[in-house]
Nanobody
């Protein structure tokens, strides 16, 4: 019973930057690891980044390492994805998700926000 709402998507030129936000409500935010996934048309959903409940541990898919940064502010119940040096292949719908610490299952998902990177 966690509601996740993404925002911050849009159209940006290659090489530009964008910051996505995910606001959580309904349960204690710190009970969950948080992550970002993305899905391009005709492709399967892909893991992008994850951050632990405390913010002390992060991991990323290789294709975004050095360009994307995930962070969280538990006081604001919000997780962010800072995306720099964007490439056309980053174009996708980006989804926020919450991972239960006890089971490591991605139990809750946001509705998604569109990110389009033009060449």
């Amino acid at each position: 019973q966690v509601l996740l709402v993404e925002s911050g998507g849009g159209l940006v030129q290659a090489g530009g930057s964008l910051r996505l936000s995910c606001a959580a409500s309904g349960r204690t935010f710190s009970n969950y690891n948080m992550g970002w996934f993305r899905q391009a048309p005709g492709k399967e959903r892909e893991f992008v980044a994850r951050i632990s409940w405390s913010g002390g541990s992060t991991n990323y898919v290789d294709s975004v390492k050095g360009r994307f940064t995930i962070s969280r502010d538990n006081a604001k119940n919000t997780v962010y994805l800072q995306m720099n040096s964007l490439k056309p292949e980053d174009t996708a719908v980006y989804y926020c998700a919450a991972q239960a610490i006890s089971t490591l299952r991605w139990d809750y998902w946001g509705q998604g926000t569109q990110v389009t990177v033009s060449s």
